[in-house]
């Protein structure tokens, strides 16, 4: 895993040691940031189920304001927080140790501009990750839901409507801009 563009391209980024984290190939990010150029500087943005940090850190390298990393599992919150170091990126950004659909305290730092879901390829449903989505999304920004192609993302959820899918391989992308209708466009 690399960082493709940005202040930090080129630089490498560690991999998980242990089963369960699948990260985000560099093909599957070139694709989402090639779509998400002009709205990532500047941007607050949220990275739920963080695993690597790769999705989140090439934000940063392209200028975000800010990103949360998520992650429930240790393991996970401790390498992004190594992948960072080993960029030698500082600041602009938080790490929260949690389970993102528990009842928890709100997030902080939000509303986000760009809410980046990637939970486990397991999961049956995606409904409940756009639901937390919803709640966390400012007004003109945008949700964007990696998750196996194999599974079908919603159309819509309140509050979300859906803009644009895209497969690649065992990957697909959903993104979805908040409306109050909850249905496709």
């Avoid at 709205?39 to 189920?49: E, I, K, N, P, S």
């Avoid at 992004?80 to 960029?87: P, Q």
């Avoid at 803009?163 to 992308?173: F, P, T």
Wanted: hydrophobic share 45%; net charge positive.
């Amino acid at each position: 895993m690399r960082i493709i563009a940005g202040t930090l391209k080129g630089r490498v980024l560690q991999g998980p040691t242990w089963d369960g984290v699948r990260p985000s190939s560099d093909r599957l990010r070139e694709t989402l940031f090639n779509i998400l150029t002009p709205r990532v500087a500047g941007a607050r943005w949220l990275d739920v189920c963080a695993g690597t940090g790769a999705v989140g850190i090439e934000a940063l390298s392209r200028g975000a304001a800010a990103v949360t990393f998520i992650d429930e599992d240790p393991r996970a919150t401790a390498l992004v927080a190594a992948n960072l170091r080993k960029c030698q990126v500082t600041e602009g950004y938080t790490i929260e140790r949690r389970n993102a659909l528990a009842r928890t305290p709100a997030v902080r730092g939000g509303p986000f501009d760009i809410v980046f879901l990637d939970p486990p390829y397991a999961q049956r449903s995606l409904e409940p990750w756009l639901h937390l989505a919803a709640g966390l999304i400012a007004p003109d920004g945008l949700v964007v839901l990696e998750h196996a192609s194999r599974l079908e993302a919603p159309a819509a959820v309140p509050g979300l409507t859906l803009a644009r899918r895209l497969r690649q391989g065992d990957s697909a992308l959903a993104l979805y801009e908040p409306g109050p209708s909850g249905t496709e466009v």
